[in-house]
Nanobody, 128 residues
């Protein structure tokens, strides 16, 4: 069983930065595709970024392209999301997710339904 635990959320002013971490336990995720999703109040969960098993394939939502960077650290079984130039519209609960599906592993996946493993989420609040 895979457990994912996010950390690094908090409250910042617009223009600030945060670094989210997601640590996995129970299994090494070196061969898994992983992603960051977010859900704002009253809105559906949406993909923020995804990454394939070796970091060679990444995807970013248009809304975060150029501001967020997804990466992974196999040695620490960790997924990271560096967020810069934060905007109030980035306010949401951020979740990390993992999938051992072959396609997700090789190319990354952007659809939440294909991810079986999820963290509990970490709140990011950006004030104007």
């Amino acid at each position: 069983q895979v457990q994912l635990v996010e950390s690094g959320g908090g409250s910042v002013q617009a223009g600030g930065s945060l670094r989210l971490s997601c640590v996995a336990s129970g299994r090494t995720l070196a061969s898994y595709g992983m992603g960051w999703f977010r859900q704002a109040p009253g809105k559906e969960r949406e993909v923020v970024a995804s990454i394939n098993w070796n970091g060679g394939q990444t995807y970013y939502a248009d809304s975060v392209q150029g501001r967020f960077t997804i990466s992974r650290n196999h040695a620490q079984n960790m997924l990271l999301l560096q967020m810069t130039s934060l905007k109030p519209e980035d306010t949401a609960v951020y979740y990390c997710a993992a999938s051992g599906d072959y396609t997700c592993s090789r190319y990354g996946c952007n659809t939440d339904s294909v991810y079986p493993y999820w963290g509990q989420g970490t709140q990011v609040t950006v004030s104007s």
